[in-house]
């Protein structure tokens, strides 16, 4: 049972353009929500992160959404780079879990100069 | 400052050995999770050590284990290998463990190819 979600293995997106990107949880004691991206052969980057209590974080080109009731959180890129084409992870941690994260699945972004 | 350390970078075995991969954490950071990266099961916890001390574990078999050193350094050790092992083991490092987040950084992994 997957418990966080990305249902969008990839996305295209034109340079200078919005790239968000999706993900859904259905663990209710989620409590804490990161972002981090991937590139191949490196290990996980973290972006940005947010706590339950609030429902936006925004850090430079970075903004993260949280939608509690709907147990969605979005990431928005604005303007997207084409370095910023990689492999974007979203992870959740239940208030009791210490440093355990659960992952969802990724969805690779690339953006088109 | 010195990012985390994964030896070694590339491993390659075969079924029935066992393997230990190392990690080395950013200096000051006391918590160390393992986790691993597969294509079909994506980033999944295996386990977390604070203090030398395993708080946290994940739904792998007991063939993976792991220990933290007083130095906070952390092996991991996979027995009796599985093809199905075959993955990128990711270490990661954080200022706390226990209720309060802190941020993870990850090494670059070691990639284990079981054959």
């Known amino acids: 049972d997957q418990q966080v979600k990305q249902n969008s293995p990839s996305l295209s997106v034109q340079e200078g353009r919005i790239s968000i990107l999706n993900c859904d949880y259905t663990?209710?004691?989620?409590?804490?929500f990161l972002w981090y991206k991937k590139y191949p052969a490196e290990g996980p980057t973290f972006l940005i992160s947010?706590?339950?209590?609030?429902d936006k974080n925004e850090d430079g080109r970075f903004t993260v959404f949280l939608n509690k009731s709907a147990k969605h959180l979005s990431l928005h890129i604005v303007p997207s780079q084409p370095g910023d084409s990689a492999v974007y992870f979203c992870?959740?941690?239940?208030?009791?879990?210490?440093?355990?994260?659960?992952f969802g699945g990724g969805t690779r972004l690339m953006v088109k100069p | 400052k010195a990012g985390v350390t994964q030896t070694p970078r590339y491993l390659i075995k075969t079924r029935g050995q066992q393997v230990t991969l190392s990690c080395s954490p950013i200096?000051?950071?006391?918590?160390v999770s393992w986790y691993q990266q597969t294509p079909g099961q994506g980033l999944q916890f295996l386990f977390e050590?604070?203090?030398?001390?395993?708080?946290n574990k994940g739904n792998f078999p007991g063939r993976f284990s792991g220990r933290q050193f007083s130095n906070s350094r952390s092996e991991m050790n996979v027995s009796t290998l599985e093809l199905g092992d075959s993955a990128l083991y990711l270490c990661?490092?954080?200022?706390?463990?226990?209720?309060?987040?802190?941020?993870?950084?990850f090494g670059s992994g070691t990639q284990l190819s079981v054959l």
């Open positions: 990661a490092s954080s200022l706390a463990g226990g209720g309060l987040m802190r941020k993870l950084f």
């Open positions: 663990n209710s004691m989620f409590d804490y």
């Open positions: 947010i706590s339950s209590i609030k």
């Open positions: 992870a959740a941690r239940a208030g009791d879990a210490g440093n355990m994260l659960t």
């Open positions: 200096s000051g950071h006391r918590s």
């Open positions: 050590y604070f203090s030398e001390t395993q708080r």
